[in-house]
């Protein structure tokens, strides 16, 4: 479903990412681990469109998308959470779900002023999905509140309610249990597992090994922008150069 063939980012002279290759299969959720600053967040960047690779080649589904723009991937279904949580806080909860689905509403503004009676019943339909999201990531009770005075816990549980509204084939998630106790980060294991179960692809970047065994069925391990290893969690943990890589960062 994703592959990433030679893929390089340079920022001035640092290799952010050198020459990296990465398959994901579709149905598959493949972990992405490595140590601060090992380039996973870059790497995420090049696919969602945010960056772009100086070289190599970034396949979704058979398209090239490494010199597409950010809305064009997320319309080939592909969608993301961040690192640094990017919510619109002055918004409620439910209306940021809202603008996430919006690239899957029919109606236009043509249709909207023409066709009213249509409109208003996309938008009610609208409502409901958003609503039904956010039941599902056990925010609906905080549907009407402003997302900015949310819990840090519920900010990531509305980011991936948000990545899902636009019906993606792919998930790409950035640490997303960062700030969350182990129970809780249990608890987002099985909503991955979830999207796992209806058919979504998942590449999760997440430092907490035990999530990382719960959900991965193949991790890639990055460190200073090179993919040193590959393969199914129990297996990478033992490598010797991933306990090498981990240890030289012990921070
Ligand atoms: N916009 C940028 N300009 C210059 N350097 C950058 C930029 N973005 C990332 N880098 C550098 O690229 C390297 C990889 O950063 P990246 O954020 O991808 O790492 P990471 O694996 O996500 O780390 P962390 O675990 O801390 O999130 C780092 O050395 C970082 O300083
Ligand atoms: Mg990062």
């Given amino acids: 479903m994703l592959e990433l063939h030679h893929v390089s980012r340079e920022f001035g002279g640092l290799a952010a990412l050198c020459q990296v290759k990465m398959v994901v299969p ?12 090992a380039g996973k967040t870059t790497l995420l960047n090049c696919i969602s469109g945010l960056d772009s690779p100086t070289s190599g080649e970034i396949i979704f589904d058979g398209t ?68 039904a999201l956010l ?28 990545a899902l509204a636009t019906r993606p084939r792919l998930v790409l998630l950035d640490e997303p249990t960062a700030g969350m106790n182990a129970v809780e980060t249990h608890q987002l294991g099985e909503q991955i597992l979830r999207m796992h179960a209806d058919g979504i692809t998942v590449v999760v970047v997440e430092h907490d090994m035990a999530l990382i065994g719960q959900v991965c069925d193949e991790v890639y391990v990055l460190n200073f922008g090179e993919m040193i290893a590959n393969g199914a969690p129990q297996a990478v943990k033992q490598d010797p150069k991933v306990i090498e890589a981990y240890l030289g960062h012990e921070d």
């Fill in 26 to 37: 579709q149905g598959k959720v493949v972990g992405l681990i490595g140590p601060n600053g």
């Fill in 64 to 131: 090239p998308i490494h010199s597409r723009s950010p809305h064009r991937i997320t319309a080939l279904g592909v969608s993301r959470t961040y690192q640094n949580i990017r919510l619109f806080k002055e918004m409620t909860t439910l209306e940021n779900v809202i603008v996430g689905q919006h690239i899957h509403g029919r109606s236009t503004l043509l249709h909207s002023m023409f066709v009213w009676p249509y409109h208003w019943r996309e938008e009610s339909r609208l409502k409901k999905d958003a609503l």
């Fill in 135 to 162: 039941e599902r990531f056990n925010i609906g009770s905080v549907a009407h509140v402003h997302a900015g005075t949310l819990s840090y816990g519920d900010q990531r549980r509305l980011e991936m309610a948000r």
